[in-house]
């Protein structure tokens, strides 16, 4: 199990499970011995973007640092998320995943009652169901069978080849255009732009790099500016299901945004909004 699926299996458990966990780390007849008191405080959380290393926010969270040692384990602080040490403290933690996993096997009728509902609410036209990080033509046949209508990052070729086929759009992050990769080893937003096969560009997270990805598109050649443009207003609004907007055309609503092109990021000099009636004002 790797340490990614470990931290999301902690981030799931409810409190109770953390104690059964706490406990099983020091069994086996381990004496723990607490060598300084938990220290606890508030925390600022942080997350760093990949594109310019930028830095946001996201609030406080309150901490607890003990500091133990036990026969089985070196001393050592306790840090959320990090590896159990010791031979005891692995065998239980692996034992408590399995469970977990085990838990959440046996709750898979509930996903598929959830599933089945969204499908009849996408089928009668009240939502549109996204499949997020489709990996393969088989799970787009699966998202069409079950009601939806775009493919959200497709993490292959050969599933955004497959959704296209299907007459729905395909949905990339701007990130990963900037990047020109995907972090993670998936598919290029750039490549997958290239060959045609991608109908919307999502902020995803990081707003600002929407009008930067359409521009650098257009700079770099795997799109025209308007067809780059076209990616981050119009294909936005049909992923949506909003077909009256985000077009500069008769009868259609569009605001009108004026920007120069610059880096790392293209200012924004004004926006126009439309009327009610569809007219910029």
Not at 11 to 16: D, G, I, K
Not at 174 to 179: C, D, E, G, K, M
Not at 233 to 240: F, I, N, P
Not at 267 to 279: E, I
Request: with cysteine; aromatic share 2%.
């Amino acid at each position: 199990m790797s340490r990614e699926h470990r931290c999301a299996l902690l981030a799931e458990a409810e409190r109770a499970e953390l104690i059964e966990l706490a406990d099983a780390c020091i069994a086996d007849g381990a004496q723990v011995r607490v060598l300084v008191g938990p220290e606890v405080g508030c925390v600022t959380a942080q997350v760093r973007e990949p594109v310019l290393e930028q830095r946001f926010l996201l609030g406080d969270v309150l901490a607890c640092r003990p500091r133990w040692s036990s026969r089985a384990t070196a001393a050592g602080p306790c840090v959320s998320g990090g590896r159990p040490r010791g031979r005891a403290g692995r065998r239980g933690a692996r034992r408590r995943g399995d469970r977990l996993i085990e838990d959440r096997d046996g709750r898979l009728d509930v996903r598929e009652e959830a599933l089945e509902w969204l499908g009849e609410q996408a089928g009668a036209g009240r939502i549109r169901l996204l499949g997020h990080y489709p990996s393969s033509p088989q799970e787009i046949e699966e998202l069409c069978e079950r009601g939806g209508s775009v493919a959200e990052f497709p993490t292959t070729t050969a599933a955004a080849k497959a959704t296209r086929e299907h007459g729905m759009p395909v949905v990339m992050g701007a990130p990963n255009v900037l990047r020109g990769h995907s972090h993670n080893g998936n598919a290029s937003g750039r490549e997958l732009v290239g060959r045609g096969l991608v109908t919307a560009l999502a902020s995803d997270y990081l707003p600002s790099g929407l009008l930067s990805a359409a521009l650098l598109l257009a700079e770099d050649g795997p799109a025209s500016l308007p067809e780059a443009v076209g990616l981050v207003t119009g294909g936005a609004a049909d992923v949506a299901g909003l077909p009256d907007r985000d077009r500069l055309a008769p009868g259609l609503r569009a605001d009108l945004v004026l920007a120069e092109p610059g880096r790392p990021w293209p200012v924004v000099a004004a926006v126009l909004r439309a009327a009610p009636g569809g007219d910029a004002a």
